[in-house]
């Protein structure tokens, strides 16, 4: 089985920063792709930003040119910079994983969600 575990949430005041962490394990073959959604109260989840491996990011035009997605392949690790917060910002962040298992099936996996929360 697989574990994500999602860290780096917190409280911020508005124009500060946050980076978030999201770190798969367990019986991994490959990591299709990695991405970071959120929720915040009374709404829809949302894609905040997703990679392809291999390929480039995807942002959310919320987040553009805010939020940087990269990833460490070597930690099987994704990350969400996020810069210049807004208290709409403010949700809590969920990390969804694409992965192929060593059975050859392929999977998505959520993390368990980190509080963000942008207020003076």
């Known amino acids: 089985q697989v574990q994500l575990v999602e860290s780096g949430g917190g409280l911020v005041q508005p124009g500060g920063s946050l980076r978030l962490s999201c770190a798969a394990s367990?019986?991994?073959?490959?990591?299709?792709?990695m991405g970071w959604y959120r929720q915040a109260p009374g709404k829809e989840r949302e894609l905040a930003a997703r990679?392809?491996?291999?390929?480039?990011?995807n942002y959310a035009d919320s987040v553009k040119g805010r939020f940087t997605i990269s990833r460490d392949n070597a930690k099987n690790t994704v990350y969400l910079q996020m810069n210049s917060l807004k208290p709409e910002d403010t949700a809590v962040y969920y990390c969804n994983v694409l992965i192929t298992s060593r059975t050859g099936y392929t999977y998505q996996y959520w993390g368990q969600g980190t509080q963000v929360t942008v207020s003076s």
């Open positions: 367990g019986s991994i073959f490959s990591i299709n792709s």
């Open positions: 990679m392809i491996s291999g390929g480039t990011p």
